[in-house]
């Protein structure tokens, strides 16, 4: 990968046009027609290649191959590489390197999604998508030399891969006594994502360019367990990761992948509509709002109304802090059981990332299999494969938890206790999964 960086920019460039021409045009073409297909509709071929193709692979890459997808293939992290290259070349504002910006832009841009149906329509992906991309580059052209300023600090779903790529087995490591050993000088690396390669250990930052490999002889691509680093040292950043986590992928991304299969949710806005037409307020049934606010198809006859929209809203903000915070509560409860000071919440979360990973997953492929069902491709395969990667999470997450559990200094009975503790959140996961795949 060091000596061929020619073959991966060429790659990286080939799926910028690729990407550019499944946005753009079926934005400008109109929906499809009844009995259209993915095999001769352009619009429907993008949906299903977009969000039911490239996204749920790119969340299993991640957590097989680390951020590969980021540093070999990621059309934004070359166009903002490349705006960089070419751009001011101005310092990194401290704003930018505020930590919570990941945490904010998931939840925003996943939220938001749903509001406009990105899902379904050809303009929502290229309002989300395409602004995503102008924005990265726009930031590359502001900050940084030759650097992924925003894919480091801002992408919406950099923290997501940062803490799926906890997981994989295969990662650039430094090695540090060698790095002290090396005599001479040596060529200096240019690393996009601005990282400090001396200390090079966790696959969570790194893009898995290859453009550091073999430097100061220390740095190689290396296989580990893919319990290691959860398992291993605390490390920086997990304390805002866990919030992410437990909030925002348990929270508010299965909330997003829920609400238009809770008969709760049709009811509580029924409810809400009658109370509205017998008091004689109308203004929030109105279906005036632009397509860019909130899904307005009429073509499709698929219109969202506010109260369409403040539903949704209610709906998977009330997911996050329900599900989110009963999750934070037994995780709490565990440490507290435990008694160990240095023993914290957010180190246990991290136990949590492969239930979070295998969720992300099942969600992206309930689009998948609409688009498979439309063309008549038959599905008794989908069942058993979704009870093996959702039963192969949830008793991956156990064992992780388990083993940290089982490294604290508390004794035996407190232990069991805090395993408790921490298999509700696990239970009550797969117990909403299990619904929403086989029960809805």
């Known amino acids: 990968m060091q000596r061929h960086r020619r073959v991966i920019q060429a790659v990286q460039w080939s799926v910028v046009g690729f990407y550019a021409f499944l946005v753009v045009l079926p934005a400008c073409l109109p929906l499809p027609p009844a009995g259209a297909s993915i095999v001769d509709n352009l619009t429907l071929f993008a949906q299903f290649v977009f969000w039911g193709v490239w996204w749920p692979l790119v969340i299993a890459a991640t957590m097989l191959l680390g951020r590969v997808w980021c540093g070999v293939f990621c059309p934004e992290g070359a166009l903002t590489e490349w705006a960089s290259r070419h751009g001011r070349g101005g310092s990194i504002p401290r704003w930018v390197r505020w930590r919570g910006w990941p945490t904010l832009a998931f939840i925003a841009t996943t939220v938001y999604g749903q509001l406009i149906s990105v899902y379904d329509y050809a303009q929502a992906t290229l309002l989300i998508l395409g602004g995503s991309t102008l924005a990265a580059m726009l930031v590359g052209y502001l900050y940084g030399q030759s650097k992924r300023v925003w894919c480091r600090y801002l992408c919406p779903v950099s923290g997501v891969f940062a803490l799926l790529a906890k997981v994989a087995p295969l990662h650039f490591r430094a090695d540090e006594a060698a790095w002290r050993r090396h005599q001479g000088a040596v060529p200096r690396v240019d690393c996009a994502p601005l990282l400090n390669l001396r200390h090079l250990d966790s696959a969570s930052a790194c893009h ?110 009330g997911h996050a802090l329900l599900v989110g915070g009963l999750v934070w509560l037994a995780l709490g409860a565990a440490v507290r059981v435990l008694g160990d000071g240095a023993f914290t919440r957010h180190r246990l979360a991290m136990a949590l990332v492969p239930l979070a990973g295998a969720g992300l997953v099942l969600g992206l492929s309930m689009t998948t299999a609409n688009h498979l069902r439309a063309e008549g491709v038959p599905l008794a395969w989908l069942g058993p494969l979704r009870v093996l990667l959702l039963g192969g999470a949830v008793g991956w997450s156990l064992v992780l938890g388990a083993r940290l559990l089982a490294g604290a200094t508390a004794g035996g009975a407190r232990k069991a206790v805090a395993l408790a503790c921490y298999g509700l959140p696990v239970a009550l996961m797969g117990t909403i999964w299990v619904w929403m795949l086989f029960g809805a």
């Open 208 to 317: 898995s360019c290859g453009r550091c490999s073999g430097h100061r002889g220390a740095i190689e691509l290396a296989t580990r367990s893919p319990n290691a680093e959860i398992l291993g040292p605390v490390r920086t950043g997990d304390d805002t990761s866990a919030g992410l986590l437990v909030f925002g992928l348990l929270g508010v991304a299965v909330g997003a992948f829920q609400w238009s299969l809770s008969s709760a949710f049709v009811a509580a806005k029924q409810g809400a509509a009658e109370w509205l037409i017998a008091h004689d307020q109308y203004t929030l049934l109105a279906d005036n709002a632009p397509w860019w606010l909130l899904t307005h198809q009429p073509a499709a006859s698929d219109v969202f109304s506010w109260l369409d929209g403040l539903a949704i809203l209610a709906y998977i903000g």
